[in-house]
């Protein structure tokens, strides 16, 4: 029971894990490296394993850095099938038909911008193109349902609520050999629109996410107040409201918030403007596929209401409508992606108001370190946006409770029941995998940090210590907002 990981190993983002179980080789997501120029680099970097000779491709949710490299795995030749549940597959085509566009947008971008300095052939091309996705597209087998064992390429694949995003699976995959859990990501049991993940049965190894294993996150009733309070002092300076977000789940998560916030009387109905097509995409599946959502959100659908849509909510949709809203005045809360300010029509956004004091910066997400937010949050007395330095004069608030990421009790309580397995660690930053090892510890567990690239057997002995050799622990990076994709 062999696992290879060209992503999400020692870091956030990218995730794709090669299994090699038998005779068989499955990838276990597909994901695009995102927040910061060097991470993202890594896209380009070639598949270290011939894409054709994969036996099946198993996705545990749409978000970009689980299934963005899809298309490039297609391109690259694999033809076989991409086995997910059915709202995965509606939202991957949301999400990667999104990211196609906008690597050909920022292509033509890039290219006009060196024809003026007549270096042409430095840009680099798109990863991929709309008709990559199509064909991409055409591989999903949306057959996956939670507590149904199928047979896949000889093994047995049971995919169980994961509790993280709207389709959001873990997977338990039964060879000759034994019984391994691919975690992908788990939801945070607190917060949010999905029901808690299933307790998992025992297992010979998990390979689970540790995107927030060494911190608890702030309770529910906790986030509320404080967000609430964000929003009532920002619309007491009158400026804007800047709600950085990511269109899936935390976009529907914030609207459902605001709209019971508002109804509630808690805050001022002041105009919302929601500027992110692929978030008002994202939320018809939620309509879809109700039944997955906590009860007062499915009840509130069941009744035919919009749980989704505050009042005074507006949907952007044209990139000249969100120009126009830069002359808007008076208070307004703006949601608009990327979450990570990395890119996306938060950018000019961010341009127009950042500079002002009376502008309140709401993050409710997680910031890479690297990536515009995580500068943000750290301090940074000017960014670089759309070419222009530009002064953060802005109040910046960051709400954590928001994750749609297990914190370290939601970890140890899903690892609980999935009685004495190897425990290999993935999805994090390396000085947070290395500060849960102890408690995985304290628990009985015996825990690994997985490295990049190299190759690890699943059942074998692991690491003394824990960390494969050579590598180092950095200090925890602080002070960044947590949640995430
Ligand atoms: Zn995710």
């Known amino acids: 029971m062999q696992l290879q990981s060209f992503g999400a190993a020692c870091t956030v983002t990218g995730s794709m894990h090669l299994l090699g179980l038998g005779e068989r080789q499955v990838l276990v997501d597909c994901g695009m490296f995102q927040g910061g120029d060097d991470l993202e680099a890594r ?26 490299r899809l298309p490039l795995l297609v391109r690259l030749g694999y033809r076989g099938p991409v086995y997910c549940t059915a709202p995965t597959a509606a939202l991957a085509e949301t999400v990667l038909l999104d990211s196609a566009r906008l690597q050909v947008e920022g292509y033509r971008q890039d290219l006009r911008k060196a024809r003026r300095q007549g270096r042409e052939d430095e840009v680099l091309p798109p990863l991929y193109e709309e008709e990559d996705v199509h064909r ?96 009532r002092d920002s619309v007491r300076q009158n400026g804007k409201i800047l709600i950085p977000t990511f269109a899936i789940e935390r976009a529907q998560t914030i609207l459902h918030t605001i709209k019971e916030l508002m109804d509630a009387g808690e805050v001022p109905r002041i105009p919302i403007f929601l500027d992110s097509p692929m978030a008002a995409r994202a939320t018809h599946e939620y309509f879809e596929y109700g039944d997955e959502l906590i009860p007062p959100v499915r009840d509130a659908l069941q009744n035919g209401e919009d749980p989704f849509q505050p009042s005074t909510l507006h949907t952007v949709t044209t990139s000249a409508e969100s120009q126009r809203l830069n002359r808007y005045d008076g208070p307004a809360i703006i949601m608009a992606g990327n979450g990570m300010m990395t890119g996306g029509r ?132 602080s002070g960044h907002a947590e949640a995430g994709e």
């Open 346 to 477: 938060i950018q000019h956004h961010l341009k127009h108001h950042l500079w002002k004091p009376s502008t309140n910066l709401i993050i409710v997400s997680y910031q890479s370190p690297s990536s515009l937010g995580g500068r943000i949050v750290a301090g940074a007395d000017t960014v670089r946006l759309m070419g222009e330095d530009v002064a953060v004069r802005a109040q910046v608030h960051t709400i954590g409770g928001f994750s749609a990421h297990a914190d370290q009790d939601d970890l140890l309580a899903f690892l609980s029941s999935a009685g004495q397995p190897q425990v290999w660690l993935v999805h994090g930053e390396v000085a947070v995998m290395d500060a849960f090892l102890p408690v995985l510890a304290q628990q009985g567990l015996k825990g690994n940090i997985v490295p990049d690239r190299t190759p690890v057997d699943l059942l074998g002995p692991g690491y003394a210590s824990g960390r494969p050799p050579g590598l180092t622990v950095p200090a925890p990076t």
């Open 43 to 68: 896209n380009r970097e070639d598949f270290p394993f011939d894409p054709a000779s994969l036996d099946a491709v198993l996705l545990t949710h749409a978000h970009l850095d689980h299934v963005g």
């Open 136 to 231: 991409t597209l055409a591989l999903l087998r949306p057959s996956l349902e939670f507590g149904q064992t199928e047979r896949i390429a000889g093994l047995r694949v049971t995919p169980q609520r994961a509790g993280h995003i709207l389709g959001s699976a873990y997977l338990v995959i039964e060879s000759g050999e034994g019984r391994l859990l691919m975690s992908g990501d788990l939801g945070n049991r607190e917060s949010g629109l999905q029901l808690d993940f299933t307790p998992p049965p025992a297992v010979d190894a998990v390979v689970i996410e540790t995107t927030y294993a060494n911190r608890t996150h702030r309770s529910w009733p906790d986030t509320l107040a404080e967000f609430s309070q964000a929003l």
